[in-house]
């Protein structure tokens, strides 16, 4: 439901007016007038463009983030509790209109939920790179997954590297281990329709595993189904690592840890971009990480992974479907 800004103005005695969105209900989101009053060691913020986190807001959409995970799961600026109403979101892009000296007019990526106008914390906003397009840049957070990933698998140059599902985050560590020297990447899906953005990417890409591609060295997981990780785990070679990048929510997943599991003395790690990849963590805080998540964004062929454009106020109506299982496409991003 959208609220009519005519209605609500003049209700802000305080601060400035923004409209926000809600995850209601399942299945349900709505456009909220929301205000802002920006104090010391804030920003002000005029949005152009957001990006949808399609895994992440999936389960908070459909009220699936666990109790015991809550906590856990806050993005920064999040209002609400989960599982509703809650204002959730965290990739968004804009010109800071209000702030100290040197930050004004500035372009800056926030950790921010969906909302027209926001004041954040200056610790929250990571100016842009000159040159940067601003569309693209709001998937900085899955490229920051995404190289959080390659750190924790350890993979390096000449290794044999297969991604088990090509959807954003998992074509994104396919970009990132190709420009490995010499590594040989392989992404596997069964849409076969992935298949040329991968191998824009300088990676080969398979709709079913085979012998080419078996013995990996490293293999990531990031097709959010348990056939998915069966297929992972049969990929890995001697001593393998397979690192799981799917994040589930509620229920439970069966893991093949059956057949050559134990034999191959293969590893089965988890990957998640709340924490600094241990093998960073001494000389890498979130800050450096992020800055340069957004330097990797420089490259005009990632524009491929964004095949989704909505408008702010159209929300309400096209996320239901975007976020429904087994919807097409890769990456969303929202116009203001």
């Known amino acids: 439901m959208a609220v009519d800004t005519k209605m609500e103005r003049g209700k802000a005695a305080h601060g400035v007016e923004a409209l926000s969105l809600w995850y209601t209900a399942p299945g349900r989101a709505e456009i909220r007038p929301a205000w802002l009053s920006p104090a010391d060691g804030y920003a002000q913020v005029r949005t152009l463009w957001s990006a949808i986190s399609r895994g992440t807001e999936r389960l908070v959409m459909e009220g699936r983030v666990p109790a015991l995970e809550a906590a856990r799961m806050r993005a920064p600026m999040q209002e609400g509790d989960f599982p509703f109403p809650v204002k959730y979101g ?3 892009v804009g010109k800071v209109e209000a702030g100290p000296a040197e930050m004004k007019g500035r372009l800056v990526y926030a950790l921010h939920p969906h909302q027209t106008r926001f004041a954040a914390p200056l610790s929250l906003l990571t100016p842009l790179p000159n040159g940067l397009d601003p569309r693209r840049a709001a998937i900085a957070a899955n490229m920051e997954t995404a190289l959080n990933a390659v750190w924790d698998a350890g993979a390096g140059p000449g290794d044999r590297i297969t991604i088990v599902g090509a959807g954003l985050v998992g074509l994104l560590v396919a970009y990132l281990c190709a420009r490995l020297p010499g590594a040989d990447v392989c992404v596997i899906d069964i849409d076969g329709s992935r298949g040329e953005i ?3 990417f300088g990676a080969r890409f398979a709709q079913a595993p085979d012998a080419a591609i078996a013995d990996a060295d490293v293999v990531f997981h990031a097709s959010a189904s348990a056939a998915g990780l069966a297929t992972a785990v049969g990929l890995g070679g001697l001593e ?12 439970e997943i069966a893991v093949p840890l059956g057949g050559a599991f134990h034999s191959r003395r293969l590893q089965l790690v988890s990957s998640q971009v709340g924490q600094v990849s241990p093998s960073r963590r001494p000389r890498w805080d979130y ?12 490259d005009e062929r990632l524009d491929a992974l964004i095949t989704h454009e909505f408008f702010f106020d159209d929300l309400p109506q096209q996320l239901p479907a975007f976020l429904g299982k087994g919807a097409a496409g890769l990456a969303a991003v929202v116009k203001y």
């Open 90 to 92: 965290y990739c968004a």
């Open 287 to 298: 800050g450096r990480r992020m800055r340069k998540a957004l330097d990797l964004l420089g």
């Open 198 to 200: 991968a191998r824009s």
């Open 240 to 251: 393998a690592r397979i690192v799981e990048m799917s994040w589930y929510g509620e229920g």
